[in-house]
């Protein structure tokens, strides 16, 4: 069984830039979830995919969007970039069909803001 | 709203010292309550899933437990590779995202 990858684990940009961040889910799950953790923070809810469109948002302007391909991998786009961008960006994956669906995370992509 | 509130925020143990972490939620239909573990700079490892007040769940030196208002992550007789962060998480809304506490940042010592 695979788990969840992300990649890049590291990434350095500068304000004003757009970057993505891409996700490939555990193998046998159909839902991808995106959050942002901030330094001493918990995970915070971006968004949701699931059968390649949106299934729920957080509190995330619209300059974060994302993506969910056929094979269920997954990515977050995030345009004109500020310094409070700047965390860690976790992918997790998990079973919609489930009534308790665990969601399993990946290593996370580091995104700094200069 | 649904919240989750983790104590203590921070708590120090030397090795071999057994003690106890709080996670209290306020959530409308609970759908599982989850623990994480998570090191510095990775992604969150996925330890229990609690589905029901009164149930229990162990792993090594972990023991998770839940009621109906609070869930605690015992830890019998840690040793340094103990240390990390310990997450809970609730699913809330209709997407099942998932609410986490802040954590509980745990250093065991030599």
């Known amino acids: 069984e695979t788990g969840v990858t992300q990649s890049p684990t590291h990434l350095i940009k500068t304000r004003g830039q757009q970057v993505t961040l891409r996700c490939s889910s555990q193998s046998g799950h159909n839902t991808v979830s995106w959050y942002q953790q901030a330094l001493g923070q918990g995970p915070q809810f971006i968004f949701q995919?699931?059968?390649?469109?949106?299934?729920g948002r957080g509190n995330f302007p619209p300059r974060f969007s994302g993506l969910q391909f056929p094979n269920y991998s997954s990515e977050l786009n995030v345009n004109a970039l500020e310094l409070d961008d700047s965390a860690l960006y976790l992918c997790?994956?998990?079973?919609?069909?489930?009534?308790?669906?665990?969601?399993?995370f990946g290593p996370g992509t580091r995104l700094t803001v200069l | 709203e649904d919240q989750v509130t983790q104590s203590p925020e921070a708590l120090r143990l030397q090795e071999g010292e057994s003690s106890s972490l709080n996670c209290s939620y306020t959530v409308s239909g609970l759908r599982g309550l989850f623990w994480y573990r998570q090191d510095p700079g990775k992604g969150p490892e996925f330890l229990f899933t609690l589905y029901s007040a009164g149930e229990e769940k162990e792993k090594e030196r972990l023991k998770a437990t839940l009621t109906k208002k609070e869930s605690f992550l015992h830890i019998t007789a840690p040793k340094p590779e103990d240390s990390a962060t310990y997450l809970c998480a609730v699913p809330g809304g209709a997407t099942n995202k998932l609410i986490f506490g802040t954590g509980t940042l745990l250093a065991v010592q030599p």
């Open positions: 995919y699931y059968r390649e469109e949106e299934n």
């Open positions: 997790a994956s998990s079973l919609r069909d489930r009534v308790y669906n665990e969601q399993f």
